[in-house]
């Protein structure tokens, strides 16, 4: 599990709650750079290596888009693994304006 620190309580994460917290991050940024936000996205695909293990996690890391107001079409798929082997998760968006 990996830790963060959020205001003076530290909180625990799972492997996959913690790529999927930071891949979100990377996201925001990404799309920010170039003049959306989250809630901008219109399609979102998931490709995650264990489904079940995403959907135990998703409750962890579901808040981000409903605070981000996101309504978006969505596709997870469980794929056998993703670039490097140390990777869970891969997000996959569309934004529009």
């Not at 981000?64 to 056998?80: D, F, I």
Request: charged share 25%; aromatic share 6%; with cysteine.
């Amino acid at each position: 599990m990996n830790r963060c620190l959020c205001g003076t309580r530290a909180r625990r994460y799972t492997r996959v709650q913690a790529q999927v917290l930071r891949a979100l991050d990377n996201l925001e940024t990404t799309l920010g750079g170039a003049g959306y936000a989250l809630a901008d996205v219109v399609r979102l695909i998931t490709h995650v290596v264990d489904i079940d293990d995403y959907v135990q996690a998703r409750p962890g890391f579901r808040n981000g888009w409903t605070k981000a107001v996101c309504r978006y079409a969505a596709t997870l798929l469980g794929v056998s693994r993703l670039a490097r082997p140390e990777l869970l998760v891969e997000l996959e968006a569309m934004a529009a304006a």
